[in-house]
């Protein structure tokens, strides 16, 4: 098998509804994003000979990702009160919006599946909330 791995970084604020600590705060985070692909071929001709994947490719990939949600506010789908996103989008902040709960973990499995709709080996994202604290998604093979 072989293995690669690159990264993106992006700024963002959250808050997790119905947290009981200080993450219920908006606050932000610089937000990293590593992704691990694996694989057992490498391409056979082309520009990409003897690669996995083409780390120019890859990185473009997770960039335009990472671009989705650079400067956003990223909330779970009614967690705010309709007053406060009317008011928030009169004030023309970038507003980012899912469907889930956006912990480290769930980004992580987010990505990993956004990544895998783009048809990469993807074996496994990271993601890093600070410089010490991170989560991971895989899937079990
Ligand atoms: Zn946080």
Redesign the pocket.
Known sequence: MFGLQAEACFDAA???AGHSGA?RNL?G?RWRIVAELRGGELAAGGSGRDMLVDFAGLKQQLRALAAEFDHKLIYEAGTLRPATLAALREEDFALAELPFRPTAERLAQYFYHRLQADGLMVARVTVY?TPENCAAYWEAE
């Open positions: 959250h808050f997790l993450c606050h985070h909330e």
